[in-house]
């Protein structure tokens, strides 16, 4: 069966430095969204993206973020200077319909560390 | 606000014993769908099940299924004959109002399945 795949599964970076979380969504599906999940926390929305735009993003999607479909495989998530609030599980997730109408599929995830 | 609600933070369960998790939502929208998510200890998310808003007859898999009451926006998920491989977090979650990707997820329920 077809999966979300995530890349790295753990991320170590130090405060002020940008990273780059890299997902590869499932090949026929057109949604595509990015989570987040503070550990002990519920999972939050980030951003959805959709036809090459962001359809939807959170308050927590602030200037510091941006995503990016550079092929037509990959989906990324930069962060550009981060911050210790940042440290958290990300997930990727991707379905072939809007989410009122089908499942999300999710990524195992990358834990991100800001030390 | 959309909102979802799980109001039991943590059980446990005997195996091969059956548990309710009970699950309630507000919306102002009439169609569409319910999802509950497992995040067992890999903390990958992997949908358990779904049930669309519009149908009556509550859904199944195997031996999850659904209590769904849409009148009083309750959305109970049901584990027959309990596996210790269920032991995970589970997780409510519906679409916020027409969105094509902002999933709303409750805080969740941490099920033991004990031996």
């Known amino acids: 069966e077809p999966e979300v795949t995530q890349t790295p599964s753990h991320q170590v970076t130090q405060m002020g430095q940008e990273v780059i979380l890299r997902c590869v969504p499932i090949?026929?599906?057109?949604?595509f969204y990015w989570y987040r999940q503070i550990l002990g926390q519920k999972v939050e929305f980030l951003v959805s993206?959709?036809?090459?735009?962001?359809?939807?993003k959170s308050e927590i999607f602030d200037d510091q973020f941006s995503v990016e479909r550079p092929d037509g495989s990959n989906f990324t998530l930069k962060i550009r200077s981060t911050k210790l609030e940042d440290s958290a599980m990300y997930f990727c997730?991707?379905?072939?319909?809007?989410?009122?109408?089908?499942?999300?599929?999710f990524g195992n995830g990358t834990r991100l560390t800001v030390t | 606000a959309q909102t979802v609600t799980q109001s039991q933070p943590e059980m446990s369960v005997q195996e091969a014993e059956t548990v309710t998790l009970s699950c309630t939502y507000d919306?102002?929208?009439?169609?569409?769908?319910l999802f509950w998510y497992k995040q067992p200890p890999s903390r990958q998310m992997i949908l358990v099940i779904r049930?669309?808003?519009?149908?009556?007859q509550n859904a199944t898999e195997n031996r999850f299924s659904v209590n769904f009451q849409k009148a009083a926006k309750s959305f109970s998920l049901k584990i027959s004959d309990s596996q210790l491989g269920d032991t995970a977090m589970y997780f409510c979650?519906?679409?916020?109002?027409?969105?094509?990707?902002?999933?709303?997820f409750g805080k969740g329920t941490k099920l033991s399945v004990k031996p």
């Open positions: 997730a991707s379905s072939p319909l809007r989410v009122s109408n089908s499942p999300l599929h």
């Open positions: 919306t102002s929208e009439s169609n569409y769908y």
């Open positions: 049930q669309e808003a519009y149908k009556q």
């Open positions: 979650a519906f679409p916020s109002g027409g969105s094509q990707g902002n999933l709303i």
């Open positions: 993206f959709y036809n090459n735009e962001i359809s939807e």
């Open positions: 090949s026929n599906h057109l949604y």
